[in-house]
Nanobody, 120 residues
């Protein structure tokens, strides 16, 4: 299993932007499709976005389409999520994960996540 470390969360006002990053621990992301997921307070974890290897295919949840952009830097083995026009409903803990079945099914292996709070 690939261990991941997420970073970049924080507090932002509605309409603002934030960038998240995910790096592996112990190996690279080479050959792996990667995804971002989030869990809002009191809700189940949900899919946000995914990117195939080496980066020519994407998938986005309808709720974030045209606002979020997933990308990967394969030389640095990093997966990023750029978020703009944030809404209060984007609040939650964001997790990075390896995609087991393209485009949205992850391996059940999760890092600590990074918290995003969007104030209204």
């Amino acid at each position: 299993q690939v261990q991941v470390v997420e970073s970049g969360g924080g507090l932002v006002q509605a309409g603002g932007s934030l960038g998240l990053s995910c790096v592996p621990s112990g190996r690279t992301f080479s050959g792996l499709a990667m995804g971002w997921f989030r869990q809002a307070p009191g809700k189940e974890r949900e899919f946000v976005a995914s990117i195939f290897w080496p980066g020519a295919a994407f998938d986005y949840a309808d709720s974030v389409k045209d606002r979020f952009t997933i990308s990967r830097d394969n030389t640095q083995s990093m997966v990023n999520l750029q978020m703009k026009n944030l809404r209060p409903e984007d609040t939650g803990v964001y997790y990075c994960a390896v995609i087991r079945k393209w485009p949205r099914e992850p391996f059940d292996s999760w890092g600590q996540g990074t918290r995003v709070t969007v104030s209204s």
